[in-house]
T-cell receptor, first 114, second 114 residues
Framework: NAGVTQTPKFQVLKTGQSMTLQCAQDMNHNSMYWYRQDPGMGLRLIYYSASEGTTDKGEVPNGYNVSRLNKREFSLRLESAAPSQTSVYFC?????????????FGQGTRLTVV | DAKTTQPPSMDCAEGRAANLPCNHSTISGNEYVYWYRQIHSQGPQYIIHGLKNNETNEMASLIITEDRKSSTLILPHATLRDTAVYYCIVSLGSKGNAGNMLTFGGGTRLMVKP
């Protein structure tokens, strides 16, 4: 029962490099999300996908792009990494079922940009 | 979504009840109160949610005031493993076909002590 799986778990990038963070869920959820968490702070929403084929900006979308590849997978791309993007990135998924949705989170990707 | 106010930190003795307060004075009639916790930088974990009535599950109880402007999460017999950051979130569970956008604040850092 994997739930939400993120890869990689750790990554170090040089400024200007690009990379894609992968997220997959096996719960057949419609909605998926990407958050970032800076040290000592709460989570901030980067992008979300309410359903397959749709994506929308969250609170802090600048410097990121996303792709909802299919219902299972939602990727986050950094085109030109900057030190300010050093953070822990969490992917989450949830089902849209009236008002009673519970989000499940992955274990995070710890990204350092030097 | 309505904002929430939580104390930044609390201590609790092991085996005693932990009562975590949350103020959400601008909550609207169709917004739910959700509680999540994050243990040592892992992905957040859902605990409980409610609309108007008090709720209880195997993890915790949620007490919502009659005017819905505040709530309290109760861990009845706190253990050392309950040491975590607890987030109170007010949100629409869904917005039609849109996903559940959870806005995390700073949370309350609960320290359970032997």
């Amino acid at each position: 029962n994997a739930g939400v799986t993120q890869t990689p778990k750790f990554q170090v990038l040089k400024t200007g490099q690009s990379m894609t963070l992968q997220c997959a869920q096996d719960m057949n959820h419609n909605s998926m999300y990407w958050y970032r968490q800076d040290p000592g702070m709460g989570l901030r929403l980067i992008y979300y996908s309410a359903s397959e084929g749709t994506t929308d900006k969250g609170e802090v979308p600048n410097g990121y792009n996303v792709s909802r590849l299919n219902k299972r997978e939602f990727s986050l791309r950094l085109e030109s990494a900057a030190p300010s993007q050093t953070s822990v990135y969490f992917c989450a998924s949830s089902e849209v079922r009236g008002f009673n949705t519970e989000a499940f989170f992955g274990q995070g990707t710890r990204l350092t940009v030097v | 979504d309505a904002k929430t106010t939580q104390p930044p930190s609390m201590d609790c003795a092991e085996g005693r009840a932990a009562n975590l307060p949350c103020n959400h004075s601008t909550i609207s009639g169709n917004e739910y109160v959700y509680w999540y916790r994050q243990i040592h930088s892992q992905g957040p974990q859902y605990i409980i949610h409610g609309l108007k009535n008090n709720e209880t599950n195997e993890m915790a109880s949620l007490i919502i005031t009659e005017d819905r402007k505040s709530s309290t999460l109760i861990l009845p017999h706190a253990t050392l493993r309950d040491t975590a950051v607890y987030y109170c979130i007010v949100s629409l569970g869904s917005k039609g076909n849109a996903g559940n956008m959870l806005t995390f604040g700073g949370g309350t850092r609960l320290m359970v002590k032997p």
